[in-house]
């Protein structure tokens, strides 16, 4: 008997967790601070992610590594990324003082960055099986809900998207995303939704799926395509958080303004004035895409040197 496909909105069980929806905010290095969080997660998220942090720069105590955990306490299930190819190392990282507030965790296994994959790391996992099955299986010992995000394949003539699926299961893995492109593709082209279909097929924990949402009809889309459990939605989230709110269908245009206010603030308080500075410069760069001389707009936000001089410029914008 088939089972009843998912609609946007759905609820989906992570473990012991219930996610309300399951429309996800992917996990976005550089982007995923709490500040983008509670944004996203104001307009609808499901659950985010935070950036992707290193298991080792965790228990090397790294300031820098543990200041991507801040969680702030409005946010609701947030899960923590992590990144690695030592099995004991990313157990002990899920076991971490750091980690203690996180109750799901996502293990990376599709980054496609040079740097990472040249370490055996991220999509490099997808080559080597038994480790990327040791590394779940580690994890899942730390009490924690494990998930795992990986891609197709590394290339797209010898996708493995449903054998993958299989072993994060047998591993003990909670729920699976699946990026619909190899590693070669980086994040270019139509996600293969036949790949996607196949993992989904393959399992019987929940599959999310990823890979060129940019609106509502691209997640109904998804879901019909290939019988997924909910969406991730990625790099258009970077450019208009409020597309969960859209991909939901909840009414009302996104107050841009404040949004770029209230963002500002939260990250003023955590991070200070030079990081907001130089990191809003860039969020309200993205935010005013397609706005009368949005160019124009973009030079000399990328003067601007004080937090100051950036709100001067926001009322200039929407003056």
């Not at 905010?25 to 992707?52: H, I, N, Q, S, V």
């Not at 019909?224 to 009414?251: C, Q, W």
Request: aromatic letters at 10%; charged letters at 25%.
């Amino acid at each position: 008997m088939q089972k009843n496909r998912a609609k946007l909105g759905d609820g989906v069980r992570i473990g012991d967790r219930f996610i309300e929806n399951n429309v996800f905010c992917a996990p976005l290095a550089g982007y995923t601070d709490f500040a983008f969080r509670k944004l996203c997660y104001r307009f609808g998220a499901g659950l985010c992610f935070t950036e992707m942090v290193s298991a080792k720069g965790l228990l090397y105590d790294n300031e820098a590594t543990k200041a991507l955990l801040y969680k702030d306490a409005s946010e609701p299930q947030t899960a923590a990324q992590l990144f690695g190819s030592d099995p004991a190392i990313l157990r002990a990282a899920c076991e971490s003082e750091a980690l203690k507030d996180y109750s799901v965790i996502d293990l990376n296994m599709g980054c496609p960055v040079p740097k990472v994959f040249k370490n055996g790391e991220g999509s490099a996992l997808l080559q080597n099986l038994p480790l990327a099955e040791k590394i779940i299986s580690e994890c899942k010992k730390s009490k924690k809900n494990i998930t795992v995000k990986f891609r197709i394949g590394l290339t797209a003539d010898k996708p493995i998207a449903a054998e993958f699926a299989k072993l994060c299961e047998g591993a003990g893995a909670d729920l699976i995303t699946v990026h619909g492109r190899s590693r070669e593709r980086y994040y270019s082209g139509e996600p293969e939704y036949a790949e996607i279909a196949a993992a989904k097929n393959a399992v019987s924990i929940p599959v999310i799926a990823n890979g060129g949402i940019f609106s509502r009809k691209d997640a109904a889309s998804m879901l019909e395509k290939t019988g997924a459990d909910g969406v991730m939605v990625a790099r258009a989230a970077m450019y208009n958080p409020h597309i969960f709110s859209e991909i939901l269908g909840k009414d009302g245009d996104w107050d841009i303004r404040d949004t770029i206010e209230r963002q500002t603030e939260d990250m003023l308080r955590f991070y200070g004035e030079k990081f907001t500075v130089v990191q809003m410069r860039k969020m309200t760069s993205f935010y005013i895409r397609g706005m009368r001389n949005c160019s124009a707009w973009k030079a000399k936000l990328f003067t601007c040197t004080s937090v100051q001089e950036l709100r001067e410029i926001v009322n200039d914008i929407f003056a």
